[in-house]
C-alpha cells in the first residue's frame, strides 16, 4: 500500500510540475520568438506545446546528446540537433 503511494504521488506531482511549466513556456513563446528544447530526446515536448498553442514547427529547435533519439525527431520534421548541452552551443547569440 505505501508503494502505491508514493507511486501516486511521484505520478501527481510530477504531472502538476510539467504542467506548470508548460503553461509558463506557452506564456513566454506568445510573446513571439523561438523554442530551445533542451535534451529534446525524440520531440514529445514540442507534441505537448503544439497542443496547447499550436507553436509551429518552425519555431521549435532541440538538442539531444543521443544520436537515434535525434534521427527520430527529424523523421518527424522537427530541427533537433545532435549535441552536448557541456559544451558550446551550435546556436547564433541570443537566437532564444
Request: proline share 2%.
Amino acid at each position: 500500500m505505501l508503494k502505491t503511494y508514493f507511486k501516486n504521488l511521484y505520478r501527481r506531482t510530477m504531472s502538476e510540475a510539467y504542467g506548470l511549466a508548460f503553461r509558463e513556456i506557452t506564456k513566454t513563446l506568445e510573446m513571439g520568438g523561438d523554442c530551445l528544447d533542451c535534451g529534446a530526446s525524440t520531440g514529445k515536448s514540442f507534441g505537448t506545446l503544439h497542443e496547447l498553442m499550436s507553436l509551429d514547427s518552425s519555431r521549435y529547435h532541440g538538442i539531444e546528446w543521443n544520436p537515434q533519439a535525434v534521427e527520430q525527431a527529424r523523421g518527424n520534421g522537427l530541427k533537433v540537433t545532435q549535441g552536448d548541452l557541456n559544451g558550446e552551443l551550435p546556436f547564433q547569440r541570443e537566437q532564444f
